[in-house]
């Protein structure tokens, strides 16, 4: 059973920066987060493969940044320039397999999330 914990969540005003934890039992090949706002459908923000490669939603495409420190075993996500619209809570997940997709539905496990609010 993987266990995941996500920290660093907090309140910011609009422009500023927050960078998220998820500290991982086991790390998997394909690593993402996720984000659902009160009433809203969960959606990917984005993933890492264990090789470091990379996929962004595009509503975070030049503002966010995913990485991750095997050594540690605890994925990342530096959060730049940030809007009103990124105020939700954040999920760090963890796909079976080998490969890497950005759809809630196929990762298996689920952190207990990290609330990000965003004020203007």
């Known amino acids: 059973q993987v266990q995941l914990v996500e920290s660093g969540g907090g309140s910011v005003q609009a422009g500023g920066s927050l960078r998220l934890s998820c500290e991982a039992s086991e790390y998997s090949y394909c690593m993402g987060w996720f984000r659902q706002a009160p009433e809203k459908e969960r959606e990917g923000v984005a993933y890492i493969t264990s090789g470091g490669s990379t996929n962004y939603a595009d509503s975070v495409k030049g503002r966010f940044t995913i990485s991750r420190d095997n050594a540690k075993k605890t994925l990342y996500l530096q959060m730049n320039s940030l809007k009103p619209e990124d105020t939700a809570v954040y999920y760090c997940?963890?796909?079976?397999?080998?490969?890497?997709?950005?759809?809630?539905?196929?990762?298996?496990?689920w952190g207990q999330g990290t609330q990000v609010t965003v004020s203007s």
């Open positions: 997940a963890s796909r079976s397999g080998v490969y890497c997709v950005l759809r809630a539905l196929d990762y298996t496990y």
